[in-house]
């Protein structure tokens, strides 16, 4: 029997309860980062937020934006912020809405071009914000951060300043403020892609960290892998967890997970690999790591499992650092949507199955695997809030699903228009109201 095979029960796992670093927001109530204050796609206990809605039912107001996006609402105070693609300006724009009525207090170009092909446009990364300043990035590589009032703080080109992006997809990746830092992440290839990126030497993954008041860097640092060709190339996002008192930044991609140091971006343990030998050379990543309960998950792509990895470890982990795994699952698996971890269990949402799972974080026992009658996939990540997961599909069917250990669909609606194909943005709860983006609209619905 293979010991680090999951589905029904397994040895427990030793170790602390894995908790979170300081908040990036004072307020409770604030949706700041893509996967919320705490970095796990859930909210606080505390605000009710509706289980039954529709186009028409408990919707406060319907936000027209000036283009397209995959964006996730960020909510802080007063404000709503996303971005667009906006044809008319030939670039991506920040917008900030007003949070009670919807309306646009202000909107901001970042930089110039919409899409470099017909698959996805610029307007992918979602914004962060610490309360004072918000901070946009857009998949051309323009990185700006704004004042409240929506004066310039600062703004500049990480392609322009470290050279260009060497991906065969658009590129996608959500900063991270913590603890007076903001960080980057880019894991790209290491040879160039249909022109892009350096042709007279390597291209070099990095972690970048930056003063979120200037833009000017801290501190960057090259991520080595041994992974081949596409499978260099990752989509996820940087987070933070606090461990035993000490705290790690989290990075996935390149065949690898790895813990770092978030004051110098120094590499503290490695993980890996879900690909043996770096065999698979077009194993691109997109799916943040997620942790809970003492365990990080690493989603490894294209139908193949999940990995639970003890935290607390220390250089080169080996099989040993493995709690479990879901090999063997056709369900316990995501290619694209971050799992959530949200009152003591994860959430695992595998797209193309249309599945969503309650696992145990400690042993990987699955309490339910249930699938959602979505007519396309639904790769926008999980979230959860008032004892609820909210869900939806490229379509924009969204569907409601009780946190509990039995399975309990509490509504499923659809919000998408007659044309909507791509949506991926998730769910964001925040202030009693879930702020729910579309292709090109942003709906509040709130009681």
């Not at 996608?172 to 290839?189: A, E, F, H, K, N």
């Not at 070099?204 to 801290?218: F, I, N, R, V």
């Amino acid at each position: 029997m293979n010991p680090h095979r999951p589905i029904a029960f397994f040895a427990a796992v030793a170790g602390a309860v894995l908790s979170f670093g300081a908040l990036i927001s004072a307020d409770a109530s604030d949706w700041p980062h893509w996967r919320g204050p705490n970095y796990d796609g859930s909210a606080p206990d505390g605000e009710s937020y509706p289980a039954k809605f529709s186009k028409t039912d408990n919707v406060k107001w319907v936000a027209d934006l000036p283009g397209t996006g995959a964006s996730t609402p960020i909510v802080s105070g007063d404000l709503v912020f996303v971005t667009a693609a906006d044809e008319a300006e030939g670039g991506v724009v920040a917008v900030a809405l007003d949070r009670a009525t919807g309306g646009i207090k202000w909107s901001k170009k970042l930089g110039e071009g919409i899409r470099k092909d017909d698959r996805s446009d610029y307007a992918g990364p979602s914004a962060v914000t610490d309360g004072e300043r918000v901070i946009f990035f857009t998949g051309n590589g323009d990185l700006a951060a704004f004042g409240f009032g929506g004066d310039e703080v600062w703004k500049r080109n990480i392609q322009k300043d470290y050279g260009e992006f060497a991906f065969g997809w658009t590129f996608s990746t959500s900063p991270l403020l913590y603890d007076g830092l903001l960080y980057m992440q880019v894991l790209q290839r290491d040879v160039a892609v249909d022109g892009r990126g350096f042709t007279d030497k390597e291209n070099e993954s990095y972690l970048l960290a930056l003063d979120p008041a200037t833009g000017k860097e801290k501190w960057r640092v090259v991520r080595p892998t041994g992974a081949q060709m596409e499978s260099r190339e990752a989509f996820t996002s940087p987070v933070i967890a606090t461990h035993k008192r000490k705290t790690e930044l989290l990075v996935i991609g390149g065949d690898f997970l790895t813990g770092h140091d978030p004051k110098t971006g120094k590499e503290l343990w490695r993980w890996g690999t879900w690909n043996p030998g770096h065999k698979e050379q077009f194993w691109r990543l997109v799916p943040s790591p997620v942790f809970g309960d003492g365990i990080i998950l690493a989603c490894a792509p294209k139908k193949n499992p999940v990995y639970a990895i003890r935290a607390g470890g220390s250089g080169n982990l080996g099989s040993d650092a493995i709690a479990w795994t879901s090999e063997g699952s056709k369900e316990v698996s995501a290619d694209v949507p971050t799992p959530l971890f949200y009152h003591d269990r994860f959430y695992i949402l595998n797209e193309g199955r249309k599945t969503l799972s309650c696992v145990e974080p400690k042993t990987g026992k699955v309490f339910w695997s249930e699938p959602l009658d979505a007519k396309v996939k639904l790769e926008s990540s999980p979230t959860g809030a008032d004892g609820k997961i909210y869900l939806m599909s490229h379509l924009g069917e969204v569907f409601v699903v009780a946190a509990e250990d039995e399975f309990k669909l509490l509504n499923a609606t659809t919000l998408g228009e007659s044309q909507s194909v791509n949506i991926r943005a998730s769910v964001a709860p925040a202030f009693g109201n879930l702020f729910i983006r579309t292709d090109d609209k942003v709906y509040c619905i709130g009681e």
